[in-house]
């Protein structure tokens, strides 16, 4: 009979571990859900995710899946430019890993810490995070976890114009992935330390910097191998094309025209998906790189150049293209009649074509050019086009697009039906795409509607705060390795974080609030000017 009852308690025993792992590997499979979720973007269903799968290793009392747990949810928080959050996420998951005794846990915890805080401009305790963390990873002889360390350190330092403290960090950090034969870890501290130099206006150091990481960036891509990739990723190409960047901007504020050229060219190659594309462009992309100099007259000469090719090919649409880049740039120069002219014949182009899609970008720039010059009812009938157009061909991007001209024309016409449902259409469709920049628009459009349009400025206050929050998370989430090409520049990134931990501050005043705001939108200026 005893032999009986032990059986049962046998198989039980059996049954509750399979049911253990079966809930073991649902958590899992959550986590997964939500990683994938959080890199689309969709963050109520990665917290979703997130928050299942703590729930199962908490019944489980498995605290190193909670404490993961916790870390994701920081991430999701962080990305979100929820900051409170995300420090309750980490700290709740640094207390589990001290209560474990995991110490390479606890200093990634730290470093999770220390990002957040130099995110929102808490410098000191953000320093006092990676100096805990780094004394952590050097008691564990962990080399690249110190490297890295050493990496946050050196962005710190940099961002607070602590130059001599933040090329140290940067050289320890590089001579570490050296000794390691790190060749992504080396690129990313010669770019560090180019994009140093450049702010200091040192240019050989810079030129210096930027060749090596060049140099190390196409090993990566020629020969993914030697990385243990099986083959040249679209981020390697792109971390290489940035670099090329770095060297065009370099040259072109020294007024090396011809070699500023070449390397930006490089650039365009990697990004381009086929060479017919690249022979097309060229002449587009090089007068856009010249605008972006200042260089007028090179400007019009390479888009004048581009369009003379098309047409002794005759190829219509790359006339037509050009059409369109020679009217965008007169318009930015105040030339209207110009930029009118062109998109004229451009649309002309595309109804001979029959090309819907481009009539619809077209008739949508000339509508832009009928509101810039006060013709409102011209400006109506080719918005109008555009969005019809749109809506046959369902094209969702052209359609917010074209909802948030309408309602900024409909909002300056003091038609407030029309504005409020265009603008509100607009929002809608960029929340669908998840077109976080289009979004900050939108809420920013809304809030100039409610502004005029009522007494209680309290809907306005919101709509702007939205738009703002966006625009600053976006505007600090630029992952590119090069301050110089993105234009961001560690002067307007440290007001930025400033700005931004001030108004997300409860204890700061109104005052402080209305100081800040006006930091913020000043420093986003210069964040968007052309790149």
């Known amino acids: 009979m005893d032999n009986v009852h032990y059986g049962y308690r046998f198989l039980g025993f059996i049954a509750w571990q399979i049911w253990k792992a079966n809930q073991y590997n649902q958590a899992v499979d959550y986590i997964k859900q939500g990683e994938e979720y959080r890199n689309e973007g969709h963050w109520t269903e990665a917290e979703e995710m997130y928050l299942k799968s703590i729930k199962i290793f908490q019944e489980l009392t498995y605290q190193e899946g909670v404490a993961q747990g916790y870390e994701n949810l920081g991430h999701l928080y962080r990305s979100q430019g929820n900051s409170k959050q995300a420090e309750q996420m980490y700290l709740q998951s640094l207390t589990i890993w001290q209560e474990l005794e995991k110490p390479e846990n606890m200093a990634k915890q730290y470093a999770n810490l220390g990002l957040l805080y130099g995110t929102i401009g808490r410098w000191q305790p953000a320093e006092k995070m990676y100096l805990q963390g780094l004394e952590i990873f050097q008691e564990l002889e962990k080399p690249e976890a110190i490297a890295e360390q050493y990496d946050n350190l050196g962005s710190l330092y940099a961002i607070q114009g602590d130059w001599a403290r933040s090329e140290k960090m940067f050289l320890k950090s590089l001579e570490i992935f050296k000794q390691a034969d790190n060749k992504k870890g080396m690129a990313k501290q010669y770019v560090n330390l180019g994009n140093l130099y450049y702010v200091r206006g040192n240019w050989p150091l810079t030129e210096k910097m930027y060749l090596k990481s060049i140099e190390i960036a196409k090993v990566v891509v020629e020969e993914p191998e030697l990385v243990e990739e099986p083959e040249a990723t679209l981020e390697n190409k792109q971390s290489l094309a940035n670099k090329y960047s770095n060297l065009s901007a370099l040259y072109a504020e020294q007024g090396k025209w011809s070699q500023a050229e070449k390397m930006y060219l490089k650039k365009i190659a990697l990004n381009s998906i086929n060479k017919e594309e690249l022979v097309i462009n060229k002449f587009a992309n090089l007068g856009e790189f010249y605008l972006n100099q200042g260089q007028w007259q090179r400007a019009e000469k390479m888009l004048l150049k581009g369009l003379e090719i098309n047409r002794t090919l005759e190829n219509q649409a790359g006339i037509a293209y050009y059409y369109a880049q020679l009217a965008q740039f007169y318009l930015k120069g105040g030339h209207e009649q110009q930029a009118e002219k062109m998109l004229l014949k451009a649309i002309k182009i595309d109804d001979s074509l029959k090309d819907q899609e481009n009539k619809a ?27 019809k157009i749109n809506e046959d061909l369902e094209n969702q991007t052209g ?15 003091g038609d407030k039906q029309h504005a409020e449902e265009m603008l509100l259409n607009a929002l809608e469709l960029d929340e669908t795409l998840e077109n976080k920049v289009n979004m900050a628009n939108d809420y920013t459009q809304l809030g100039r509607f409610y502004a005029k349009q009522q007494s209680d400025l309290s809907p306005a206050k919101e709509m702007f705060l939205k738009g703002l929050e966006l625009d600053i998370n976006n505007a600090l989430e630029n992952q590119e390795e090069t301050v110089t090409q993105a234009n961001i520049d560690i002067d307007n990134r440290r007001s930025l974080q400033q700005a931004r931990g001030k108004l997300l501050d409860k204890n700061s ?14 420093t986003l200026g210069r964040f968007y000017k052309p790149a």
Request: positive net charge.
């Open 509 to 522: 005043s109104k005052e402080e609030k209305q100081n800040q705001l006006t930091v913020a939108y000043i």
């Open 361 to 387: 970008i077209h008739s949508a720039q000339l509508g832009d050019l009928y509101i810039h010059r006060g013709d409102n009812q011209q400006a109506k009938k080719m918005l109008l086009t555009a969005l």
């Open 399 to 413: 359609m917010a697009s074209n909802y948030t001209q309408l309602g900024t024309l409909y909002t300056s016409l």
